[in-house]
C-alpha cells in the first residue's frame, strides 16, 4: 500500500495562492484514486476535491469549485491541489487521501483507507 507525504502548506495573505503536493511512495501510485480533505480544529473532516486513477475525472466541493484545481502527475507519483483567490475560511490543515480501485475512471468522496499526516494552510485577512 502506499504512503502519502503532504507539503507546500504555510502562512499567505487572503486573495495569494498556495499549491499542495501529495507524495506518495512505491510504484502502484498509478492504481488508487486521490482525494483532499481538510479539518479546521473542532469541527469534522471536510471533502474538497478527488481524482480518479487516470486523472481523467475529478469532483470538487461545490463551494470550492472555481478556485481550487486538483491534479495528478502518476509518473511523478505526486497529486497536486492549486488553490487560488484564497479565503481566511480556508485556513485548515489538509490531508490527501488515497484508496485503490480497479475502475480507473471512478473517484471518491469519502471511504479513502490510506491518509497523509497533513499539512497547514493559514489564511490571514
Known amino acids: 500500500q502506499v504512503q502519502l507525504v503532504e507539503s507546500g502548506g504555510g502562512l499567505v495573505q487572503a486573495g495569494e495562492s498556495l499549491r499542495l503536493s501529495c507524495a506518495a511512495s512505491?510504484?502502484?501510485?498509478?492504481?488508487?484514486?486521490v482525494g483532499w480533505f481538510r479539518q479546521v480544529p473542532g469541527k469534522e473532516r471536510e471533502f474538497v476535491a478527488a481524482?480518479?486513477?487516470?486523472?481523467?475525472?475529478?469532483d470538487y466541493a461545490d463551494s470550492l469549485k472555481g478556485r481550487f484545481t486538483i491534479s495528478r502527475d502518476n509518473a511523478k507519483n505526486t497529486m497536486y491541489l492549486q488553490m487560488n483567490s484564497l479565503k481566511p475560511e480556508d485556513t485548515a490543515v489538509y490531508y490527501c487521501?488515497?484508496?485503490?480501485?480497479?475502475?480507473?475512471?471512478?473517484?471518491?468522496?469519502?471511504?479513502?483507507?490510506?491518509w497523509g499526516q497533513g499539512t497547514q494552510v493559514t489564511v490571514s485577512s
Open positions: 487521501a488515497a484508496r485503490r480501485t480497479y475502475d480507473s475512471e471512478r473517484l471518491y468522496t469519502g471511504e479513502y483507507d490510506v
Open positions: 512505491g510504484r502502484t501510485f498509478s492504481s488508487y484514486a
Open positions: 481524482i480518479s486513477r487516470s486523472g481523467g475525472t475529478t
